[in-house]
């Protein structure tokens, strides 16, 4: 593609990016648009309920899927790959070291939503991360990994500092193991000096938990805001800290809150990391809670050196994280993926009427008939909607209405997005109501992943080696396989490969020695 080309980039994004998630469309989505644009491209961001979804995905030059594990992304890759389109997808973090600020029902503890993640990653064409770490935990899953650098707004001047000694944290439930070990320093602190404010941004339950003692005249709370909200919150803080203990989750964060603080000029504060480690020479690196107590009574005690400090960060933040390096950064390794790509198709049309908002609370709901109410109202507006159909075939489902369901689904003309999806529901009543149907339903599918799933014929040795051949990380066929092999043949070699994919998807069934030494940093104990 020529340099003169304005090539149009899909950004593909989950449901739920919202409340404490929020930051994760602003830093992997909305960044792409503040970046890119003004260099030229299109962008179009498009949340997985978008009607547009679809068209968006497969018309863009490139597209990059925030990590998602719905269905439909392997339609997406795989259509797009069939249009000589490149797919990249984005790791936002380590998918097996989600720790217990989840309940254990959340789907990010079940290896299906980790067997996709990993699938899709091992499909698309290029793996994208915010973190080195992570371009080495997903080192053998696909050999193509861009490593960026998070970008956040740095504003063209330093705020105006309230008076007094700000001192604070913002963040969400994810960070609570660390910022509770580091709260009886910050509680002590505020003890020692009236004068001291503890600005915090976040879970209130989770700021009264850990912070009840301090004087309430020496605290500022405030819940998660829009990075608007949030970027005034951190400029009002002459101090800015980041907990960050040595655990599997963290191992693989970015160093996001150091460029938000540094931007807008706060001393850094920060626990020893891997994270934080490239940043000793623009802040103070502590390693235990009385460290972290000298560090604060340090910078409480010379004003001087404390502005030193955040001016440091924020040369640093100026020079290395500015819009144009990272605009830069971007656009050199997106235009290196699109040599050779045809032109975008015209641009999908925009979600104007909320029907995703609304297909959202029918995903919501517990009763599958309400559900299913629900999307009959959005097809009837918008008779083309493919996730309101499937749903609908879900529903019908659940609800035991077979019949209905194959007699919706063949009236449907799906996008290729989701047209193995509605193949796939298709088959599977047909096995039940219609057993002379199936094989017609699983002829349509075109994922040999998918079709190898559905196969009815063949021991079920074979058929986990079949599965095993298209997706490398499916949770039941690597686990049957690994324990066929491990009784006929406990030293086989090939049980180290298999061992190894099977710690990226659960690892909690893999022995500690047969766990690789290079995952050890990644991996829950």
């Known amino acids: 593609m020529s340099a003169r080309q304005s090539p149009r980039l899909a950004v593909l994004y989950p449901r739920g990016l919202v409340g404490e998630n929020a930051g994760l469309l602003d830093l992997h989505v909305r960044s792409l648009e503040q970046l890119l644009e003004p260099l030229g491209w299109q962008v179009d961001a498009r949340m997985q309920l978008d009607p547009g979804f679809a068209a968006a ?3 863009a030059d490139l597209a990059v899927v925030q990590m998602m594990s719905a269905a439909e992304v392997e339609g997406v890759i795989r259509c797009r790959r069939e249009r000589g389109r490149p797919t990249i997808f984005e790791i936002t973090d380590n998918p097996v070291g989600v720790g217990g600020w989840l309940p254990s029902t959340h789907a990010a503890h079940s290896p ?46 330093a705020p105006v500092k309230p008076p007094g000694f700000v001192f604070g944290w913002s963040g969400s439930r994810s960070h609570r193991e660390s910022l509770a070990a580091a709260a009886p320093a910050i509680v002590e602190m505020c003890r020692r000096h009236p004068d001291a404010t503890f600005a915090f ?50 191992a693989t964060r970015s160093d ?9 000029r706060v001393a850094l504060v920060l626990q020893d990391a891997p994270a934080h480690r490239p940043h000793a020479e623009h802040a103070r690196i502590y390693r235990t809670p009385t460290e972290l107590l000298a560090i604060l009574e340090d910078l409480h005690g010379d004003r001087g050196r404390l502005d030193a400090l955040a001016g440091r960060a924020r040369d640093w933040a100026v020079r290395e994280r500015s819009a144009n390096v990272l605009a830069e950064e971007r656009d050199r390794a997106y235009r290196g993926l699109l040599d050779g790509s045809p032109a975008a198709g015209p641009a999908a049309a925009r979600d104007t009427a909320g029907l995703a908002h609304r ?36 529903c019908l489902e659940r609800l035991g209405r077979d019949e209905e369901a194959l007699d919706r689904a063949a009236a449907l003309t799906p996008s ?29 599918i075109r994922s040999p992943f998918r079709r190898a799933r559905l196969a009815a014929d063949g021991r079920p040795a074979e058929r986990s080696r079949a599965v095993l051949l298209h997706q490398p990380y499916d949770h039941f066929a690597l686990m049957s396989t690994i324990a066929r092999l491990h009784d006929a043949d406990p030293s086989a070699r090939e049980l180290d490969e298999l061992y190894e994919r099977a710690c990226m998807v659960a690892p909690a069934d893999v022995p500690a020695h047969r766990r690789p030494a290079r995952l050890a940093p990644f991996l829950p104990a």
């Open 201 to 250: 941004m976040g879970d209130r339950a989770m700021f009264g938990e850990l912070f009840s003692a301090i004087d309430p005249r020496q605290t500022k709370v405030e819940p998660f805001s829009a990075q608007a909200g949030h970027l005034r919150f951190v400029g009002g803080l002459h101090v800015g800290l980041a907990p960050m203990l040595l655990t599997p989750f963290n």
């Open 256 to 264: 996001t809150r150091v460029c938000v603080y540094a931007g807008h």
């Open 359 to 394: 297909l959202a609370e029918a995903y919501a709901s517990p009763d599958p008939a309400a559900a299913l109410a629900l999307c009959d109202e959005l097809v009837a507006e918008a008779p083309g909607y493919d996730q309101a159909q499937l749903l609908a075939l879900h």
């Open 112 to 157: 299906l939503a980790r067997q996709a993640v990993l699938y899709y990653a091992h499909l698309s064409d290029a793996l994208q991360m915010l973190v080195p770490a992570l371009a080495e935990l997903f080192a053998a899953v696909n050999p193509r990994r861009i490593v960026l650098r998070p970008y956040v707004p740095v504003p063209a001047a």
């Open 57 to 59: 995905a497969l018309g």
């Open 416 to 444: 290729p997005v989701y047209a193995d999806l509605v193949a796939e529901v298709q088959a599977r009543i047909a096995g039940r109501v219609r057993p002379h149907e199936c094989d017609r339903h699983v002829a349509k």
